[in-house]
């Protein structure tokens, strides 16, 4: 099955920051804290997959059924987006299975293009984290990071995450999850986890939060004013 997805991206005057990249890379914390600094709004666009794939589980459907899913993503609530289990990782592993559905895609897309080129509260731009973001919903970012580190980099920062949250996975668990999800990410054929062609690559591996920050913000400033 091929890619329907709708149109072209939305035009406007904001500036966009597109921050994709796999499970655990850093992207969350990296584009929060871009938004904060250039006073720009921040949309989580993972947050809206894990409300399709949480609400799907607890309908008891199966992420997998492409009727139950786009179902879901059409009637996604406020509510839905609040839900408090959204970032435990079965819900992760929903979205994963959710996200490979074209109509889910397609249902959630004029929502993440609409918020890129009016972000709310009238804020100069905006920045999107999530797998897509600079190949399929905003193409015409003015400025693309894909961000990446090592497999077990990232299983450690997420099982500390999980471990602080009061859940008790294993550390091996954890890195089979995320390589699952990974593979699932990028394998699908619609809008697959890949970096756009004219990303600026940040491998987070070595680096802790304020030094990755520095970095992402020096691309960023090297793009915005050369
Ligand atoms: O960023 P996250 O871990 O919260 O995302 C959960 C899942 O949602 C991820 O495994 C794949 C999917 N996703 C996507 O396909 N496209 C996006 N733009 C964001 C997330």
Known sequence: MSAELPSAPVSSSAVVIAVDGPVAAGKGTLARRLAALYGYAYLDTGALYRAVGAKVLREGGDPGNP??????????????LKAPELRSEPVGLAASKVAAIPAVRAALLDYQRRYAATPPGGQPGAVLDGRDIGTVVCPEA??????TARDEVRATRRHK??????????YDQVLADLRRRDAQDQARETAPLKPAGDAHLLDTSDLDIEAAVQAAQDIVAAVLQP
Request: glycine share 6%; proline share 3%.
């Open 67 to 80: 009727v139950a899913a786009a179902a879901a993503a059409a009637g996604l609530t406020d509510a839905d």
């Open 161 to 170: 995450e999980l471990i602080d949250k009061g859940e008790n996975p294993t």
């Open 142 to 147: 003015a400025v693309k990071l894909f961000i």
